[in-house]
């Protein structure tokens, strides 16, 4: 009979890669938990947060020194890819950020900033692995996350004038943490409505409804 079973000299080297598998994998999922609670603390208007306190334990040098290692990175990917882009490291909103400006750069945000939000959790991961933590990282190319809260914030407004008109609740398209997040902030500026996030990704959706 023939034997089929791996080699246990192989085994350890298997176990490697599985463990870093799971670390990348623990490190996205953190990065994703991060900004679904950002979302969530949106959605929460007037909420005192008792982890603002965790919050400052990461100083700016920090998140700066995160910024620096994710614009590396990114600068490396644009090399690969041969695109020309200026790019900056900042740390804005008590997060590390990364912009990249200059033409030709639509293939990187793709459809919907499908492509935009791969390449950020790629970017999270490259800090994650440089540093051991997991980085709420936000990556922007071309000014589409600022375009695209201008597109958002008038959608939030839309749907808060129908909610005070007819009185009921309007559900909105399924979006990503970034632009629920992005409605959550322009809802809660207004009074007498609410939001909340319902379903489960990528179905995740925002409702507006009329506050109690």
Same mark, same amino acid.
């Given at each position: 009979?023939?034997?089929?079973?791996?080699?246990?000299?192989?085994?350890?080297?298997?176990?490697?890669?599985?463990?870093?598998?799971?670390? =990348?994998? +623990?490190?996205? %999922?953190? !990065? #994703?938990? &991060?900004?679904?609670?950002?979302?969530? $603390? /949106? =959605?929460? +208007?007037?909420? %005192?947060? !008792? #982890?603002? &306190?965790?919050?400052?334990?990461?100083? $700016? /040098?920090?998140?700066?020194?995160?910024?620096?290692?994710?614009?590396?990175?990114?600068?490396?990917?644009? $090399?690969?890819?041969?695109?020309?882009?200026?790019?900056?490291?900042?740390?804005?909103?008590?997060?590390?950020?990364?912009?990249?400006?200059?033409?030709?750069?639509?293939?990187?945000?793709?459809?919907?900033?499908?492509?935009?939000?791969?390449?950020?959790?790629?970017?999270?991961?490259?800090?994650?692995?440089?540093?051991?933590?997991?980085?709420?990282?936000?990556?922007?190319?071309?000014?589409?996350?600022?375009n695209r809260?201008?597109?958002?914030?008038?959608?939030?407004?839309?749907a808060v004038?129908?909610?005070?008109?007819?009185?009921?609740?309007?559900?909105?398209?399924?979006?990503?943490?970034?632009?629920?997040?992005?409605?959550?902030?322009?809802?809660?500026?207004?009074?007498?409505?609410?939001?909340?996030?319902?379903?489960?990704?990528?179905?995740?959706?925002?409702?507006?409804?009329?506050?109690?």
């Open positions: 009979m023939t034997d089929t079973s791996i080699p246990r000299t192989e085994e350890p080297f298997d176990e490697e890669k599985d463990e870093a598998a799971a670390r =990348a994998d +623990e490190a996205a %999922e953190l !990065a #994703e938990d &991060a900004d679904e609670a950002d979302e969530a $603390d /949106s =959605a929460e +208007e007037g909420s %005192e947060k !008792a #982890e603002g &306190a965790e919050a400052k334990e990461t100083s $700016d /040098s920090d998140l700066f020194r995160q910024s620096e290692i994710a614009a590396d990175y990114v600068e490396g990917l644009l $090399d690969i890819l041969d695109y020309d882009g200026d790019i900056d490291e900042l740390v804005s909103g008590g997060r590390p950020m990364v912009e990249v400006v200059g033409g030709r750069l639509q293939p990187l945000v793709g459809q919907r900033g499908a492509t935009l939000e791969a390449l950020q959790e790629l970017t999270r991961l490259a800090v994650f692995r440089e540093t051991g933590s997991p980085s709420r990282l936000l990556l922007d190319v071309g000014g589409y996350r600022a809260r201008k597109e958002l914030a008038a959608v939030a407004k839309n004038e129908k909610v005070k008109e007819y009185g009921e609740s309007v559900r909105l398209e399924p979006m990503s943490a970034f632009e629920r997040k992005c409605v959550h902030d322009v809802v809660n500026a207004l009074a007498g409505v609410e939001s909340e996030s319902e379903g489960v990704e990528p179905h995740r959706r925002i409702v507006v409804r009329p506050a109690p």
